[in-house]
């Protein structure tokens, strides 16, 4: 016997069959007329979310945030970067930290009143990757 948590989990598992990826194309394309971080009513995902801990009751709340997806170009003043060959790279770089380390982070510094519990990805195009703050 399958609850409604358990088909919502199978559901977001085949993240490539044709519902979820037309969901994905149009929450996209909703989530980017929001602002960076933004408060959400309720959970996109909300089995996902009662697994990391959240709970429908007071002093929960679900914060979404968009992060700029890729690697990082180092700040090169007029191209040049000084010191070995070793560090002279300005292009094929990785920031220390992932996206939803960042996306945490950020959700924390907005509601600063309040604890990050845990976060979950919820979409991802071109130049953003989105998740939800807990």
Not at 101 to 116: D, F, K, Q
């Amino acid at each position: 016997a399958m609850g409604a948590y358990k088909y919502m989990e199978e559901l977001w598992k085949k993240k490539q069959s044709d519902v979820m990826r037309f969901l994905g194309r149009i929450r996209c394309w909703e989530f980017r007329q929001y602002p960076n971080v933004v408060r959400a009513s309720r959970p996109t995902r909300p089995d996902k979310a009662r697994r990391l801990g959240y709970k429908a009751k007071q002093g929960f709340v679900v914060f979404r945030a968009r992060v700029r997806r890729h690697g990082r170009k180092r700040r090169a003043h007029n191209g040049k970067i000084t010191g070995k060959p070793k560090n002279q790279g300005v292009h094929k770089l990785k920031f220390m930290r992932n996206a939803r380390n960042v996306a945490e982070e950020r959700v924390g510094r907005r509601a600063g009143n309040l604890r990050v519990l845990n976060s979950y990805w919820v979409a991802q195009d071109a130049t953003y990757k989105y998740y939800e703050v807990i």
